[in-house]
């Protein structure tokens, strides 16, 4: 019978699983963990049976640059990690003393380290967004999350480009260092949490869907919303942290890592089948619940409080600034219809800017975002020549923005100046939102 030779960089298979792990003796090479369903053995290789068709598979590790294998830690073994709760409480634990974040957030982070185990099993890939200014709290978060992610791959940025150099058959963890908002970054997104996607490369296809950590200044509230992101916000440390030095790295790496991948071994088929839903969530949010749920499978109070956490922190603070910039979009138009033949998406932006400034508020809403609130509502920009995209006023779209305005509560002009808002508020009684 002939033998059929493969470069693996891991495989998984419904009764077994390859993963590749650290050489202990040899810092640039790596072996094979064969897990048979009940117990695992590290080999230089792994000779098999393919269960259809008898043939002869002989596994070994793929060929990885020295660059990839010190950037990258491989637990050289897997060991016990009790049960599920103790896992997840001791990783707790360790984000509560090397950081400041609240409780909730402690335990979104320790979802999403769970689930950077689990991705080729859930829905979507986590995506961990960490929120402010450059600072030794974010740099802090950075390295530890660099200790726990399964394969993380630091980046001090990363764009579509760059993926195809990169081993992304390794499905890494990206952890990039800093990213900015905008078309970019949203394309990279989405690309990166679709499974099943891929981009061109060199002629072949290579999938890029992957766990993510980004680090941005500000928070994405008026970003795509297809793609749902875990938002940690930082905030300056009160008192001093712990020093979270490289031996101290190491050493967390050393005695989490092992207990991740045993974590992932035993319970990826649970996860894999995991089969439930929150209804009353939108659809990405319904994704990223299922997503930190399935990641704490088999435990069914870390995964309703996972549920409950994402409803509480994620979904409702996203559904209350997608409002509030429904609101202040559409009070700019509203300015717009009484005198304006047309308006462009770039001066809706800038009015709406003023809006939020006037309210207080310290986000500002990028042509791209208002682009994105427009076709919410229905309004689809279309060319205006050299001004770029954006809305033709004729009557019909009048009436209709001043018929949303009616139903956000937003007030009226003077009647007087304006037969529209006249005709739908005669006495002019609506409120400002």
């Not at 064969?34 to 792994?46: C, K, M």
């Not at 219809?337 to 809706?348: F, K, P, Q, T, Y």
Request: glycine share 4%; hydrophobic share 40%.
């Amino acid at each position: 019978m002939e033998t059929k030779f493969i470069k693996t960089y891991g495989e998984i298979h419904p009764s077994w699983m390859i993963e590749l792990v650290a050489d202990a003796s040899h810092s640039e090479r790596l072996k094979l963990l064969f897990f048979d369903g009940s117990q695992e053995r590290i080999q230089n290789d792994v000779v098999c049976t393919h269960p259809e068709s008898s043939e002869k598979l002989h596994y070994l590790p793929a060929d990885l640059d020295a660059s990839v294998l010190r950037a990258i830690h491989f637990p050289a073994d897997a060991t016990g990690f009790g049960s599920t709760r103790e896992l997840f409480d001791a990783i707790c634990s360790l984000v509560k003393k090397f950081t400041n974040l609240s409780d909730q957030y402690v335990s979104l982070v320790s979802y999403a380290i769970l689930a950077s185990w689990m991705v080729e099993f859930t829905n979507i890939p986590i995506c961990l967004a960490i929120v402010g200014a450059p600072s030794a709290e974010r740099r802090q978060l950075l390295r530890l999350l660099r200790c726990l992610f399964r394969r993380s791959l630091l980046m001090s940025e990363v764009s579509l480009a760059g993926l195809c150099t990169l081993p992304m058959e390794l499905t890494p963890s990206l952890l990039i260092e800093r990213c900015e908002p905008g078309a970019a970054l949203e394309k990279f997104l989405h690309v990166t949490s679709s499974p099943g996607a891929h981009i061109a490369s060199k002629g072949q296809l290579l999938s890029v869907c992957c766990a993510k950590v980004i680090c941005v200044d500000e928070s994405l509230t008026s970003f795509d919303s297809d793609c749902p992101v875990v938002e940690i916000p930082l905030q300056p440390s009160t008192s001093p942290l712990p020093v979270l030095d490289e031996l101290t790295q190491h050493q967390i790496a050393a005695e989490f890592q092992p207990k991740l991948l045993k974590y992932r071994l035993t319970n990826y088929m649970r996860v894999r089948e995991f089969r439930w839903d929150a209804p009353d969530l939108d659809t990405p949010m319904r994704e990223l619940a299922h997503c930190l749920a399935a990641a704490v499978a088999g435990d069914p109070e870390l995964q309703s409080n996972a549920m409950l956490l994402v409803k509480k922190e994620i979904a409702q603070p996203h559904l209350a600034s997608q409002k509030l910039f429904c609101a202040v979009v559409i009070r700019a138009l509203l300015s717009f219809c009484h005198g304006a033949e047309n308006v462009s998406v770039g001066e809706i932006s800038r009015e709406a800017n003023k809006i939020l400034a006037a309210k207080g508020e310290n986000l500002t809403l990028e042509p791209r975002a208002v682009g994105n609130v427009l076709r919410s509502i229905r309004l689809s920009p279309e060319r205006l020549g050299a001004r770029g995209r954006g809305i033709i006023l004729l009557k019909s779209i009048r009436e209709r923005i001043h018929a949303i305005a009616q139903d956000y509560g937003l007030t009226l002009m003077d009647p007087g100046n304006c037969n529209i808002c006249f005709a739908a508020d005669p006495e002019n009684r609506l409120s400002d939102a």
